[in-house]
């Protein structure tokens, strides 16, 4: 029995040995993975934070817009030159004429060559994707507003409602109009569905002859250009809102030089 102790003993110490070393091993494993993962995260919020800026530059963004690129290992996605479900997203976007707001741009796929990762230019390839944008009553009030005479405009169910008021003979007069907004080419047009004078429903003829005592051809039907929208986003849909009305689009393939 004695015999077996110093065999039992040394079986014990090996088994300690490779259990200490497993641990070691195990804990280096973590770390190494701990030290991946933060150069990914710390690799992609420099690479994003960069676009960010790039594109508050060029876009002239009162501030930095959010880019996200969400396919994986950043890192892995750099080796390979290909950022997938890449999405953009400013909560103000001024135009010539609007400011936009919560204007989000989403792409599947973004190809960007090795010589652009290491500086020395190339083209980028962005896939087709979608864009969203909001456009707020404040702002749809502000364009509606022409002629000097200030027009409010709300939701009025799926319509949009254009409440204004002047003065005829001395008198103020209240007309308010609610309109279809559709989407044609190029443009948004209006069309007129109904109309109310003084809070009585008439017909869009009577409102017609009443608006026109100043001058006014709102209720003529009128489309509104879209000139500022960029050519390769084509607009898909138009809803109307709680809080204004809603755009969505698609977004087409382009390719951008970057020298």
Do not use: C, K, N
Request: proline share 6%.
């Amino acid at each position: 029995m004695s015999a077996q102790d110093p065999t039992r003993t040394r079986r014990r110490a090996r088994a300690g040995l490779v259990a200490r070393r497993l641990v070691v091993a195990l804990v280096t494993l973590v770390a190494l993975a701990v030290i991946a993962v933060a150069a990914d995260i710390a690799a992609r919020g420099w690479a994003t934070d960069r676009v960010a800026a790039e594109l508050q530059r060029s876009e002239g963004l009162p501030e930095a817009p959010e880019v996200s690129v969400a396919g994986g290992s950043f890192l892995l996605q750099a080796a390979r030159g290909r950022f997938e479900d890449v999405t953009v997203t400013a909560a103000r976007w001024p135009t010539d004429g609007v400011e936009l707001r919560d204007v989000r741009a989403r792409v599947p796929r973004v190809d960007v060559p090795r010589s652009v990762l290491l500086g020395r230019g190339g083209t980028v390839d962005v896939a087709a994707g979608t864009v969203r944008a909001d456009l707020p009553w404040a702002q749809l009030s502000e364009q509606a507003s022409v002629g000097g005479i200030p027009v409010e405009v709300s939701r009025a169910g799926e319509d949009l409602r254009g409440t204004t008021g002047f003065s005829v003979f001395g008198r103020r007069v209240d007309l308010s109009l609610v309109v279809a907004p559709q989407l044609v080419p190029g443009a948004v047009a209006l069309e007129p569905r109904s109309a109310a004078v003084a809070g009585q429903e008439v017909s869009l003829r009577e409102a017609r002859r009443v608006a026109g005592l100043v001058g006014s051809t709102l209720l003529d039907g009128w489309t509104v250009p879209l000139d500022d929208v960029p050519p390769q986003v084509d607009l898909t849909a138009l809803t109307v809102t709680d809080d204004g009305v809603r755009v969505d689009g698609a977004l087409r393939p382009t390719a951008h030089d970057v020298p």
